[in-house]
C-alpha cells in the first residue's frame, strides 16, 4: 500500500481548553503514521474564511447540512476575537505513512458524534447537543481533518500558503494581565520518546498543561551535530568542573589497588587533568550524541550540519513566570530525585535519558530557541518535500 499524507487541525476551543497534550497523545499512541511536521497558527479572518472554504458541498442534503455546521464553525470560532482583534491559535499536525488518511479518519471519528464511547477523539473531547426540534445547539469537533482523501493535497496547500506568510513563533499574540510578568521559555521532548509508537511526547505535553502556560510555537526538530554542539556548549565547562576532580580521585584509588602501592594525594590534579577531562568530554559527546544521533568525533565537515537521525519536539511556551512553572512539572535533572507527578519522574531514565529539556533563564531560552530556529519553523518545507514525493 502506498504512503499518503494526513493532517489534523486542533482547534483553538482546544487549544484554549489545553486539551493539546492529551490530543496528541491520543494520535500519536494510536497511528502507525509518523508525524512529520507541526506549526502553531495565529487565524487571521481571511485565512479563516479560506479554510472555510474547503469544506465542499455534500453528496446528499443530510452531509451537506453537517458540512456547512463545519463551515459556520470555522468561520466563528477560528476568527480572531473582536476585543483588540486577539487571534486565536489554531495546531496543524501533519502524518505520512501508509493509508494515513483513514488511519487518522478513524481516531478522529465521525462528526456524527456519539455520547457512549469515547473511543474517538471527537467522542472523547468533542461535543454536538441537538434541540428538541433536531437543530444543533452547541458543537464543538475538538480536531478539523480533509473530508476526503482526494482532497488533502489541495487542503493543505491553503496551510502551506498561509505559513509562507506567518511567523512560526506567536510572539505576544496571547493577552496577559500582568505583561510585565510574562516570559517565554523552551522545552524539548528528547528523541526517547520517539523512538517507538508512544503516547509519551502527548503525555508529556498534556502534563505541562497544568501550568497554564500558552504553547506559542511547536516544532518537529532534527537538531544537527553543530547545534548540538552549541545547544549544549554550557554544559561542556559544567561537566569539566563536575566530574574531573572526582574522576582524578577515583583514578588514584584504581591506580593504587591495581599497583599496591600509595600514591600522593597531590596526583589527583594531574590525574584530572590527564583522565577527569578527557572522561568529561566524552560524557558531553554522548549527551550530543543521544540529542543528534552522531558523535561529534567521527563527523566530518559536510555531516556537521546534515539533518539529525533521530528527532526531539520543540514547544515554546509562554505567561507569567513561564521559567520557574515549566521547571516545576519537569523535574530535576536525575529522574531518581525527581519528586513523584513531575515528568522526570513519571518517564526519565537516569541523567542522560530524563525525556525533556527546558530552559534553566528566559535568557537562556532566547539563546537556546534561536539555535534551533523556532520563528523560522519548518513545516513548509517538509510538507512540500513530503508531497513532492508522495504520488496521492
Not at 499512541?29 to 474547503?54: K, P, V, W
Not at 502551506?160 to 499574540?173: E, G, I, S, W
Not at 517507538?196 to 516544532?219: E, W
Request: aromatic share 6%.
Amino acid at each position: 500500500m502506498a504512503e499518503e499524507i494526513a493532517f489534523v487541525v486542533v482547534t483553538p476551543y482546544t487549544i484554549s481548553k489545553s486539551r493539546t497534550g492529551a490530543i496528541l497523545a491520543r494520535l500519536l499512541g494510536r497511528l502507525s503514521s509518523e508525524l512529520i511536521a507541526t506549526q502553531m497558527f495565529a487565524i487571521t479572518q481571511e485565512m479563516a474564511d479560506r479554510y472555510a472554504t474547503t469544506i465542499r458541498p455534500g453528496a446528499s442534503l443530510e452531509d451537506e447540512r453537517h458540512r456547512q455546521m463545519i463551515r459556520d464553525y470555522i468561520t466563528e470560532t477560528f476568527s480572531p476575537l473582536q476585543e483588540g482583534q486577539r487571534r486565536r491559535r489554531a495546531l496543524l499536525l501533519v502524518f505520512r505513512g501508509e493509508n494515513a488518511c483513514q488511519e487518522v479518519a478513524d481516531v478522529v471519528g465521525r462528526i456524527h458524534l456519539s455520547s457512549a464511547t469515547g473511543e474517538t477523539i471527537r467522542d472523547t473531547y468533542g461535543d454536538l447537543i441537538r434541540k428538541e426540534d433536531g437543530s444543533v445547539r452547541y458543537f464543538e469537533p475538538a480536531v478539523l481533518i480533509s473530508d476526503s482523501r482526494e482532497h488533502v493535497r489541495a487542503d493543505l496547500q491553503v496551510w502551506m500558503d498561509y505559513a509562507a506568510t506567518q511567523p512560526a513563533l506567536l510572539d505576544r499574540v496571547c493577552a496577559y494581565e500582568n505583561p510585565t510578568a510574562v516570559e517565554q521559555t523552551l522545552v524539548l521532548i528528547k528523541p526517547d520518546s520517539w523512538r517507538q509508537r508512544s503516547s509519551r511526547p502527548g503525555a508529556i505535553v498534556d502534563m505541562f498543561s497544568r501550568t497554564g502556560l500558552r504553547i506559542i510555537a511547536m516544532k518537529l526538530c532534527r537538531m544537527n551535530v553543530r547545534q548540538g554542539l552549541e545547544f549544549y556548549g554550557p554544559v561542556r565547562d559544567v561537566l569539566r568542573a563536575k566530574l574531573a576532580p572526582g574522576i582524578g580521585s577515583k583514578a588514584r584509588q584504581v591506580l593504587e589497588k591495581e599497583l599496591g602501592l600509595a600514591l600522593p594525594p597531590a596526583i589527583d590534579q594531574e590525574l584530572a587533568r590527564s583522565v577527569g577531562i578527557p572522561y568529561a568530554e566524552n560524557q558531553f559527546e554522548r549527551i550530543v550524541e543521544f540529542m543528534t544521533g552522531s558523535a561529534p568525533s567521527q563527523c566530518g565537515t559536510d555531516d556537521m550540519d546534515a539533518d539529525g537521525k533521530v528527532k526531539c519536539l520543540a514547544l515554546a511556551y509562554e505567561g507569567e513566570n513561564a521559567v520557574r512553572k515549566i521547571r516545576d512539572v519537569l523535574g530535576p535533572t536525575d529522574p531518581t530525585k525527581a519528586p513523584g507527578g513531575t515528568v522526570r519522574s513519571e518517564f526519565g531514565s537516569n541523567i542522560m535519558v530524563n525525556t525533556a529539556h527546558a530552559s534553566d533563564s528566559a535568557e537562556n531560552a532566547r539563546r537556546e530557541m534561536g539555535i534551533l530556529r523556532l520563528h523560522e519553523g519548518n513545516f513548509l518545507p517538509i510538507v512540500s518535500k513530503a508531497l513532492a514525493e508522495l504520488k496521492f
